[in-house]
């Protein structure tokens, strides 16, 4: 049963962050509310406080900022499966937000909370690292940006401080010839395993210039696995694909898999492996 709590209505973000520091652990952003009430319905949480975020403005949209995109924290995933920029610019990011959850937790749920949630089985958070994603928080007058990759700490915990607010996210289009891919395994409602894939190869399309990989998921937060990304880097595209099956292997054990209802440790971390062969294969051939 949902226990009586009392709603805060801000209108900034400086508000949201007032509210936040004068309650301290008795208050919590209430976005879509999608994760937030479920838990606190459950009595897994409890909060005296919701400070609901839904009625700050310039926090949901999507624009587009030289070489950069910016997405408000409060866009919920079904206005990012229809976002014409995103569709243009970061088209994987767009059959993510397409394949995320059902059609009712889409049009409600927001990445900023999915991103703060940090449950272990998003996806959003893996693609984002693997592109290279700055994290906007905000706090009264301040603001700072959090690498994507060191946004997330644990599950359930992000680098967030608790009267910071997330207010964007920031995506480099990525510089062509380029090719991106995220690819997910699962057989419950959340996945199992997901991976992403960036590349970037020279004018010539021979070799990789650059190239992130990250993997989700599998264990309890969504990390960069630099090391495989060494193995591929700077080769050219054939000696790349030779050591493809190296990076996996190096992927799978990186991904921290745990044993749980989704798949014990070393079936995710061969799920890994399949999955960086693919989508290594289908970020080349979107290089063509
Ligand atoms: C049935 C179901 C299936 C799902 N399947 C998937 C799936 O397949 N893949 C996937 O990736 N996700 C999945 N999800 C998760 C879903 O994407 C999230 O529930 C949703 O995005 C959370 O957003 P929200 O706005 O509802 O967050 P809320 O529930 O409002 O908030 C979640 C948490 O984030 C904090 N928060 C929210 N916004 C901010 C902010 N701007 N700044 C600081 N803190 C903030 C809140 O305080 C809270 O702790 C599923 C969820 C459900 C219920």
Same mark, same amino acid.
């Given at each position: 049963?949902?226990?009586?709590?009392? +709603?805060?209505?801000?209108?900034?973000?400086?508000?949201?962050?007032?509210?936040?520091?004068?309650?301290?652990?008795?208050?919590?952003?209430?976005?879509?509310?999608?994760?937030?009430?479920?838990?606190? %319905?459950?009595?897994? /949480?409890?909060?005296?406080?919701?400070?609901?975020?839904?009625?700050?403005?310039?926090?949901?949209?999507?624009?587009?900022?030289?070489?950069?995109?910016?997405?408000?924290?409060?866009?919920?995933?079904?206005?990012?499966?229809?976002?014409?920029?995103? %569709?243009?610019?970061?088209?994987?990011?767009?059959?993510?937000?397409?394949?995320?959850?059902?059609?009712? /937790?889409?049009?409600?749920?927001?990445?900023?909370?999915?991103?703060?949630?940090?449950?272990?089985?998003?996806?959003?958070?893996?693609?984002?690292?693997?592109?290279?994603?700055?994290?906007?928080?905000?706090?009264?007058?301040?603001?700072?940006?959090?690498?994507?990759?060191?946004?997330?700490?644990?599950?359930?915990?992000?680098?967030?401080?608790?009267?910071?607010? +997330?207010?964007?996210?920031?995506?480099?289009?990525?510089?062509?010839?380029?090719?991106?891919?995220?690819?997910?395994?699962?057989?419950?409602? @959340?996945?199992?395993?997901?991976?992403?894939?960036?590349?970037?190869?020279?004018?010539?399309?021979?070799?990789?210039?650059?190239? @992130?990989?990250?993997?989700?998921?599998?264990?309890?937060?969504?990390? @960069?696995?630099?090391?495989?990304?060494?193995?591929? %880097?700077?080769?050219?595209?054939?000696?790349?694909?030779?050591?493809?099956?190296?990076?996996?292997?190096?992927?799978?054990?990186?991904?921290?898999?745990?044993?749980?209802?989704?798949?014990?440790?070393?079936?995710?971390?061969?799920?890994?492996?399949?999955?960086? %062969?693919?989508?290594?294969?289908?970020?080349?051939?979107?290089?063509?």
């Amino acid at each position: 049963m949902l226990r009586r709590f009392r +709603l805060e209505e801000p209108t900034t973000v400086a508000e949201v962050a007032e509210l936040l520091g004068r309650f301290g652990d008795s208050a919590k952003v209430y976005a879509g509310g999608t994760e937030l009430l479920l838990a606190m %319905k459950e009595g897994l /949480v409890q909060f005296e406080r919701l400070v609901n975020v839904k009625g700050v403005s310039g926090l949901n949209d999507v624009k587009q900022n030289n070489g950069d995109i910016h997405i408000g924290a409060l866009c919920t995933h079904h206005e990012l499966e229809n976002s014409p920029i995103l %569709k243009e610019k970061l088209p994987a990011l767009v059959k993510l937000e397409e394949n995320v959850a059902n059609v009712r /937790v889409r049009q409600v749920g927001t990445l900023g909370g999915n991103l703060c949630f940090a449950e272990p089985h998003a996806d959003p958070g893996t693609l984002l690292i693997a592109l290279g994603a700055r994290l906007v928080a905000e706090k009264g007058d301040r603001n700072r940006e959090i690498p994507a990759e060191s946004f997330f700490v644990d599950a359930y915990e992000t680098s967030l401080e608790p009267d910071e607010v +997330l207010t964007q996210i920031i995506v480099p289009v990525p510089a062509q010839p380029a090719g991106v891919c995220y690819m997910k395994f699962g057989y419950l409602e @959340r996945p199992s395993v997901g991976l992403a894939v960036m590349v970037n190869l020279n004018t010539g399309r021979t070799e990789i210039d650059d190239i @992130r990989i990250a993997v989700g998921c599998a264990g309890p937060a969504p990390k @960069r696995v630099a090391e495989a990304e060494g193995l591929l %880097k700077g080769r050219s595209v054939d000696e790349a694909t030779q050591n493809i099956s190296q990076a996996g292997e190096m992927s799978g054990r990186a991904s921290q898999a745990i044993s749980d209802l989704h798949g014990a440790q070393d079936y995710k971390e061969h799920i890994v492996q399949v999955l960086l %062969k693919r989508s290594f294969q289908n970020a080349l051939s979107q290089c063509a």
